[in-house]
């Protein structure tokens, strides 16, 4: 079963406090993974689309990576207005283009 | 820039009620999608819509109909509502271009509330 697993939950960090927001996935064949913000009462807002081992996005202060199993959202230095729930979306071969999303990961982050 | 437009934005239901829910999108996007969004279980895909006049059943489609009778607009229907269906629902849209893993675009969501 195609399955994607976020962690942690919920990240508290201090404001400039670098830190790494994870995504893995079990799926049997990956075509795309995709990030996205999602503020309190918003809909989730596109942020990367990744789609090979080895492929890196830069936005401001948020850099996903994807390997094989995994999928990493790097938050340098952030600042309060990085605040929001992060979550993770795989499309797979199987799944007629339909997206598979992670739980998220609440992050909040304190000046 | 409208994008993704939701409407009604809340409601509370009382049991066994009918509602319909508005999608509408200005981007000419092919493909429409209805998610629910419950705490813990992040989005689940109730239908979606390849094409206008076209549909499809997702992840937990029962108790909820869907018809996409222009290509902008895409409804989501409950016909006897529980209290097991409150929700924020979000509807999204994508383009698609072959095999162009276009990214889905959201709307703000509808809360809805089942008494």
């Known amino acids: 079963e195609d399955q994607v697993t976020q962690s942690p939950e919920a990240l508290r960090l201090q404001e400039g406090e670098s830190s790494s927001l994870n995504c893995s996935y079990t799926?049997?064949?990956?075509?795309?993974l995709f990030w996205y913000r999602q503020d309190p009462g918003k809909g989730p807002e596109f942020l990367f689309t990744?789609?090979?081992a080895g492929e890196e996005k830069e936005k401001e202060r948020l850099k996903a990576t994807l390997t094989k199993k995994e999928s990493f959202l790097h938050i340098t230095a952030p600042k309060p207005e990085d605040s929001a729930t992060y979550l993770c979306a795989v499309r797979t071969y199987n799944q007629g283009g339909k997206l598979i999303f992670g739980q998220g990961t609440e992050l909040s982050v304190k000046p | 820039n409208a994008g993704v437009t939701q409407t009604p934005k809340f409601r509370v239901l009382k049991t066994g009620q009918s509602m319909t829910l508005l999608c509408a999108q200005d981007?000419?996007?092919?493909?429409m999608y209805w998610y629910r969004q419950d705490p813990g279980m992040g989005l689940r895909l109730i239908h979606y819509?390849?094409?206008?006049?076209?549909?499809a059943k997702g992840e937990v489609p029962d108790g909820y109909n869907v018809s996409r009778l222009k290509k902008q607009n895409f409804l989501l229907g409950l016909e006897s509502a529980a209290p097991s269906q409150t929700s924020v629902y979000f509807c999204?849209?994508?383009?698609?271009?072959?095999?162009?893993?276009?990214?889905?675009?959201f709307g703000d969501g509808t809360r809805l509330s089942i008494l």
């Open positions: 819509s390849v094409g206008e006049g076209t549909t």
């Open positions: 990744l789609y090979s």
């Open positions: 981007m000419n996007h092919e493909y």
């Open positions: 799926v049997s064949g990956l075509r795309g």
């Open positions: 999204a849209s994508s383009s698609h271009q072959g095999d162009i893993n276009q990214p889905q675009h």
